[in-house]
């Protein structure tokens, strides 16, 4: 499994929306990355920038795939993965920067798992925190309480125990692993149809890896690979939007982990909750957002980026989901 075809270069997949500057950093850390020859495939979800285009002039090892519009992340991850049926590939944020090395750390590791399906590296933000990549599926309790309080009490106990963050980074097996980077065996991510469509972003990955697990795949956490993630551009964009998105594809998983009658009042209970967290969220930012003062963007203080979070269809931003 995930024997890559010596003709064939690595296949290298990012999702693109106006990635800007940060392109260009994740393809020049891509080529001390790997020993082997790549080709990067930028699944482009509409960016408007131009810096996919010109990426693909700039390298040759890269071209640009349209999408047709901003699709979500897990759609346009298939679409630059459609063409591969076996074989090992990367499908990674544009705006992670690789260690010399990761990738051929990943693909190291890989090959002493037979049964691996993904391979993470450990992940870092720009200050040097360990981002905490690698958890374990979320079960009934622990999922309702990450997914409703998570993004306004991030200590709490739920969350906690659902990202694993206290324990010393160590190769081992995981629930899943965040999509932001990952090694996949295309085999076995054939297997299962890819990412399942219906998501447009968060969730998308805890998802494949739990259709991955049931047919007996593993995902391997590999901290002796490393990426950093910078992180944070489509939830500075638009944050509300975003946690709508988040809680959305939050019901939908645990929704799908919970079907047939006699669970339809937990999912409605789901459905309640999350709505009823949304509109709080919503009518606390209205009022914060009346009560202060207009001001110019230059007036406006500095805020340290949360580099935890991962972007709306495609670059970027980790949120509770993540």
Do not use: K
Request: charged share 20%; proline share 9%.
């Amino acid at each position: 499994m995930g024997t890559e075809p010596e003709e064939l270069p690595l296949r290298v997949v990012a999702v693109t929306y106006s990635p800007g500057e940060s392109l260009d950093g994740f393809l020049t850390s891509l080529a001390t990355a790997t020993t082997r020859p790549v080709e990067v495939v930028l699944a482009d979800n509409g960016s408007t920038d131009g810096a996919p285009q010109a990426a693909a002039e700039r390298y040759p090892s890269v071209c640009v795939l349209p999408t047709g519009g901003n699709v979500g992340y897990g759609p346009a991850a298939n679409a630059g993965l459609a063409d591969r049926e076996s074989g090992w590939a990367v499908v990674a944020n544009p705006d992670i920067r690789f260690e010399p090395g990761a990738v051929d750390e990943l693909i190291a590791v890989a090959a002493r798992w037979p049964r691996a399906a993904t391979v993470g590296p450990a992940i870092r933000t720009p200050d040097g925190q360990l981002y905490p990549s690698a958890r374990d599926l979320p079960a009934l309790s622990t999922g309702i309480g990450h997914a409703l309080l998570g993004w306004v009490w991030p200590a709490n106990p739920w969350t906690a125990r659902y990202r694993r963050e206290r324990e010393a980074p160590r190769e081992r097996t995981a629930g899943w692993l965040s999509g932001s980077c990952f090694l996949v065996d295309l085999e076995a991510f054939h297997s299962v149809g890819g990412f399942d469509p219906g998501y447009f972003m968060y969730f998308e990955d805890v998802d494949l890896a739990a259709r991955l697990g049931e047919r007996g795949w593993l995902h391997v956490y590999a901290p002796s690979a490393v990426v950093e993630h910078e992180g944070g551009h489509a939830t500075r964009r638009d944050p509300h939007r975003m946690q709508r998105v988040h809680h959305t594809s939050a019901l939908r998983y645990l929704a799908r982990r919970y079907p047939g009658r006699l669970n339809a009042p937990l999912r409605g209970a789901l459905r309640a909750g999350l709505g009823g967290r949304m509109l709080v969220s919503y009518v606390s930012a209205r009022v914060g957002a009346g009560a202060q003062p207009q001001r110019s963007a230059d007036e406006l203080p500095r805020r340290r980026r949360r580099p935890w979070r991962r972007s709306a269809g495609g670059p970027g931003t980790m949120p509770p989901g993540r």
